[in-house]
């Protein structure tokens, strides 16, 4: 038993070291896209019913964490379903690995979010920037296994996090950082990914 067990271990780190060394393919250019429209209704539905963010604070975070959600629902389906079909056997490696990148990311962000309203609501317009500074790390943890234009995302939510958190005021909750952050931001990824994925096919 106990060479069985050492034999399945010796498989199970062979494909961990596969999935490691593979590209994902996981995302879906038209899912993401579908995120960055998402994010521009968004802005549209805060600019005609939410004037003045500030001063209600609360359905403006209604707004973008709902958003939030809906975007990671979508993304985390079709990436199940679309790894299942092109990983095939690495499935459930590459997966695994995909999520361990961009976990740290989500749990800070959500943790930032907590703190920031319970214990500092006055500076909550920093949210905005904070959000895509996180993002940012995210998506730099993952470009180790995505093509490599990807670091131009990441640089994009790391220069526009910046600019929000350099406006210095309530100026960050303006409909624009999200919307034109997130909407473009999330275009533009699924442009890589559907460069990345024209130039695998011409390959194969």
Request: hydrophobic fraction near 50%; glycine fraction near 10%.
């Amino acid at each position: 038993m106990s060479d069985l067990h050492k034999a399945l271990g010796d498989i199970s780190s062979i494909r961990r070291q596969m999935a490691h060394n593979t590209q994902f393919r996981g995302y879906g250019p038209a899912t993401l896209a579908t995120t960055g429209c998402l994010a521009i209704l968004a802005a549209s539905a805060q600019s005609l019913w939410l004037p003045d963010p500030a001063n209600h604070i609360s359905a403006y975070l209604n707004i973008w964490i709902s958003t939030a959600v809906i975007s990671a629902s979508l993304t985390g389906v079709q990436m199940y379903t679309r790894t299942r079909r092109i990983h095939s056997g690495l499935s459930n490696e590459m997966i695994r690995m995909a999520v361990e990148q961009f976990l740290p990311a989500l749990g800070a962000g959500l943790l930032v979010t907590v703190t920031m309203v319970r214990f500092v609501p006055a500076i909550l317009w920093m949210l905005p920037g904070m959000w895509q500074l996180i993002f940012s790390l995210g998506i730099f943890s993952s470009c180790r296994f995505l093509p490599r234009p990807m670091i131009a995302a990441g640089v994009w939510y790391l220069l526009i996090g910046l600019l929000c958190i350099a406006l210095g005021d309530k100026r960050a909750l303006a409909p624009w950082t999200m919307g034109f952050g997130y909407g473009a931001g999330q275009m533009l990824v699924a442009g890589i990914l559907l460069v990345a994925t024209s130039e695998d096919a011409d390959e194969g």
